[in-house]
DNA sequence: GTGCGTGCAAATCTTTTGCAGGACA
DNA sequence: TGTCCTGCAAAAGATTTGCACGCAC
């Protein structure tokens, strides 16, 4: 289950549904964003954005993110260093791994982690709301190649 | 199993056994930080500190906290707003539970994750090297408050 | 006495905000 | 045509760095 696989005229129908204006910055960034498999800064999406369209301001790119953000589009990924970093968001609870090779992120079945969080619940007598797991490693293909 | 039963005299030992001098200032900021129940940053670690030791310098406390963290005492905390927080570091895989009333950190039983990873790894065919798991929720104590 | 730790200030880096002009509905 | 979006520049905030001085060893 890929990022890549995240449809970018969804994002923009929500965009139009919350109101939004779709301008050409707009499509462009969400199509950056949503099928990107590695983790992208605000930086780093300036950076691919200005590859495209050199005028692109870093600002817009910075209240795209936040706006993708709130409409929980787009998730804040805290990363193995920094935590500044976003992919597209797939449903809770959700098992993210990053490859620590090549930095491609693969989202897993979520169900053991909800097993998890029961089972903690329980033990702990904690009411548990919300949960983050991040695994990192080596990806198949990465130690294929190695 | 809380953060405050970490035994501060441990980590100036390890200060110590890395080559560093132990001074007054290290002192107390080490035990600000080993005996925390609650995620601090760097910036609420120089506002405790300088309650104790007004002239305490802002920098001395980043310098201090990155130290820590490098010899592994101290763990950055990807909070549920903002990754800027420390928590002692204890055994791995850690599971991590944070009040989101009360602010405090409870430290779980790491074997199910220990058992979920395996299962991932298995299921998935990554080779997993690292987590990051944290719960948020309503602690036990804040449940019965309300 | 030597060199690391410290405080201060400046520099750097990231992110946010204000504003004037332009584009979308 | 009104409002939202955009780019620029400045501001704000967080963190790092340079340097002179003092203290631990």
Redesign the interface.
Same mark, same amino acid.
């Given at each position: 289950m890929l990022a890549h696989t995240i449809d970018a005229n969804k994002w923009l129908t929500a965009l139009r549904e919350n109101g939004c204006r779709i301008t050409d910055v707009q499509e462009m960034l969400v199509h950056i964003l949503a099928h990107t498999e590695i983790p992208l800064s605000a930086e780093q999406v300036w950076e691919t954005a200005r590859q495209i369209r050199p005028e692109t301001g870093r600002a817009t790119v910075y209240r795209m993110v936040e706006k993708l953000e709130s409409l929980n589009l787009l998730r804040r990924i805290?990363g193995?260093q920094g %935590?500044c970093s976003f992919l597209p968001t797939l449903p809770e609870p959700m098992?993210l791994?990053i490859? /620590?090779v090549c930095g491609r992120a =693969?989202y /897993? =079945?979520g169900q053991? /982690?909800h097993d998890? #969080?029961h089972?903690?619940e329980r033990?702990?007598?904690?009411? #548990?709301? =919300?949960?983050? /797991?991040?695994?990192?490693?080596? %990806?198949?293909a990465c130690?294929q190649h190695s």
């Open positions: 805290h193995y %935590c098992m791994f490859c /620590l =693969d /897993l =079945d053991p /982690l998890l #969080i089972q903690s033990s702990s007598g904690h009411h #548990i709301t =919300d949960s983050r /797991l991040q695994l990192f490693g080596t %990806c198949v130690q």
